[in-house]
């Protein structure tokens, strides 16, 4: 299916890692209510399964759990098998998946936790969106969408490998829109802080800042992603591509 003729709607096939909870979560059930099929990748088959059970009750639509950890290559590509034995093919990608573990010190960054942080955030989407990519050109077109964080423009020393990978994920963003550009769109959402799993560690003084910072006074709710990545998908941005847009609440 090219990806004019892949808008809202339109029975596409949607992957999204990261896909069983969180915004991952909100944006599965959001093309599954639009008629979208959907792959839901994460580590955790069973979280999958029950969210794949859930959809195809609610919406005429095949849901299809993958389990599979990003930061490992093979998963990745057993992952893009999986979508194409089911479907024949993938409309839009969606590399949600995100990984932000907390560490007392710089100098206590271990190796594994630093390659853990880059895997997921940098190294999953790179190798998906290259094996996806290449096969959306060869089908005539689809959109990859990646997460972003704030985080890549306003690096704080309590996330700095996060940072670092997020700033990656944007310099691929752009780099895969000229890949492959004109017929596969990439864009990136660059997330700021919202009430993920991620922040169930945050401390209350970290909520409070951000209540005293942000421009809308409150972190974002995982369901307020849904549009920006609705409209990044659709052909509604069909002259979007490489842009990186900022959906944070207003981060000074």
């Known amino acids: 299916m090219s990806e004019d ?18 915004m991952g979560r909100e944006m599965v059930r959001a093309f599954a209510a639009d008629g979208d099929h959907v792959v839901i990748a994460s580590r955790k088959l069973d979280a999958c399964t029950a969210l794949a059970t859930e959809i195809e009750a609610e919406h005429d639509v095949r849901a299809v759990p993958v389990a599979a950890n990003v930061s490992r290559w093979a ?58 990519g290449s ?17 890549a423009i306003r690096p704080g020393p309590e996330e700095l490998p996060y940072a670092a990978a997020k700033a ?14 004109p017929t596969v769109r990439v864009n990136a959402v660059q997330a700021g802080p919202f009430r993920t799993d991620i922040s169930a560690a945050w401390s209350p003084d970290t909520f409070d800042r951000f209540e005293r910072t942000l421009a809308l006074g409150r972190c974002g709710e995982p369901e307020e992603v849904v549009g920006a990545v609705r409209y990044l998908a659709s052909r ?14 207003g981060v000074p």
Do not use: H, Q, W
């Open 135 to 151: 096969r959306m050109v060869a089908d005539g077109g689809g959109a990859i969408v990646n997460i972003s964080s704030i985080a």
């Open 5 to 22: 003729a892949a808008g809202r709607g339109g029975g596409r096939v949607v992957v999204v890692t990261g896909g069983s909870r969180g």
């Open 168 to 181: 990656g994920l944007n310099a691929l963003t752009e780099g895969l829109a000229r890949a492959y550009g």
């Open 75 to 132: 998963d990745c590509d057993a992952l893009v098998e999986a979508a194409y034995a089911e479907f024949g093919r993938v409309d839009v990608l969606v590399n949600n998946a995100g990984l932000s573990p907390l560490y007392p010190s710089l100098d206590a960054v271990s190796e594994e936790l630093f390659d853990k942080v880059v895997g997921v955030n940098l190294k999953g989407p790179f190798r998906l969106s290259a094996a996806v």
């Open 236 to 249: 509604d941005a069909s002259f979007c591509t490489g842009a990186i847009l900022r959906l944070d609440g």
